[in-house]
């Protein structure tokens, strides 16, 4: 539960720099600091929990996810509306929502709920700042969903394994936690 507290309060107190920004008329520089806020929020997390094998999953999935989403910048080479190179997919896009589907899995849904909200609002920023499409975003949001899910394992993990030996038959069941 204190984690689920300090999630809301970081992500809380990055909601509303983000607002003043907004209320600016400066929504790309609102979904930037909610961005850094979703990357805080989940490494924050792993370091509060210890969570070396989180870290080492947090790790694959991000290294994948920017190689993947810069690999395809640069081969598909799409035009922004604003005129510029690299639309196709959204980064900021796919680290939000690699970081939202991290605590999701790693962590359970009721934790994630709030990076979930904010990887929204860096997709919506990203459009609405016209430096992405509608696709863009949505192709960022897959992709960066897709690695985290790949790479991590929930912490609550129960294996059953069946043990049949000579004289003896059960099961062997282990829950980590």
């Known amino acids: 539960m204190k984690l689920f507290k300090l999630f809301a309060f970081g992500l809380l107190i990055n909601i509303f720099i983000s607002s003043y920004c907004f209320a600016l008329d400066d929504v790309e520089l609102a979904g930037d600091i909610v961005l850094a806020g979703l990357v805080g929020a989940t490494s924050g997390s792993i370091v509060y929990m210890k969570d070396k094998d989180g870290a080492v999953q947090y790790g694959e999935s991000a290294l994948s996810n920017l190689g993947l989403t810069y690999g395809l910048k640069t081969t598909i080479d799409k035009k922004r509306p604003n005129g510029k190179k690299g639309s196709f997919p959204s980064a900021h896009?796919?680290?939000?929502?690699?970081?939202?589907?991290?605590v999701h899995?790693?962590?359970?849904?009721?934790k994630a709920i709030p990076l979930y909200l904010g990887a929204s609002f860096v997709g919506f920023s990203r459009v609405e700042s016209k430096q992405h499409y509608v696709e863009d975003v949505l192709a960022g949001a897959g992709l960066g969903a897709l690695c985290s899910m790949y790479f991590t394992k929930p912490t609550n993990v129960i294996s059953v394994v069946p043990v049949v030996e000579s004289k003896f038959y059960g099961v062997f069941v282990n829950l980590k936690w």
Do not use: D, E
């Not at 896009?93 to 991290?102: E, H, I, L, R, Y």
């Open 105 to 110: 899995k790693r962590y359970g849904l009721k």
């Open 93 to 102: 896009t796919s680290v939000a929502f690699q970081n939202a589907v991290f």
